[in-house]
């Protein structure tokens, strides 16, 4: 398990894959890479450690899109919540005339005092922190050299 939240698969390695000689690789259960299959051999040490950070790598960056969608979904979402707020507060400021202001100001209140604890803030900073994270994780593995933002 790499960084928080940054899960790969494990491979065993085994010399000699009885389910290699028989499936070639392609069981769901056999532990060969792909690459090896193609190779007709085991992965050296050095492959074997380049095969994982690759995986790595693709793992992190593909988590740092969903992430970065995720902020981008949610920010549209809290900007629709505070247009539709503040139609609500024009229309009290409209029909204090009619209700009375106290209840105007008394429903306007009531509407934002709910509104601001349920824009769901605390979300977005989560997925922030997580997509700090794999970007984080995806320099240390070597991709690329700017944010992941875009």
Known sequence: MGARGLSTTAYTRTSSCARRRCCGGTSSGCSARPQETELGR????D??????????????????????????AK???????????????????EQ???????NAVSRVQHDLAW???????????TDLVAWIEMDAEIKRLGGGNEPADG
């Open 96 to 102: 204090s005339e009619h209700y009375g202001l106290p």
């Open 75 to 93: 920010m549209a979402a809290i900007a629709t919540s505070l247009e539709r707020a503040a139609e609500d507060v024009r229309r009290a400021a």
């Open 42 to 45: 085991d992965f050296t040490d």
């Open 115 to 125: 509104l601001f604890p349920n824009l769901g803030t605390d979300n977005l900073t």
């Open 47 to 72: 492959e074997a450690a380049e095969y994982e950070r690759q995986i790595k790598l693709k793992v992190a960056e593909h988590q740092a899109k969903y992430r970065r969608d995720a902020m981008l």
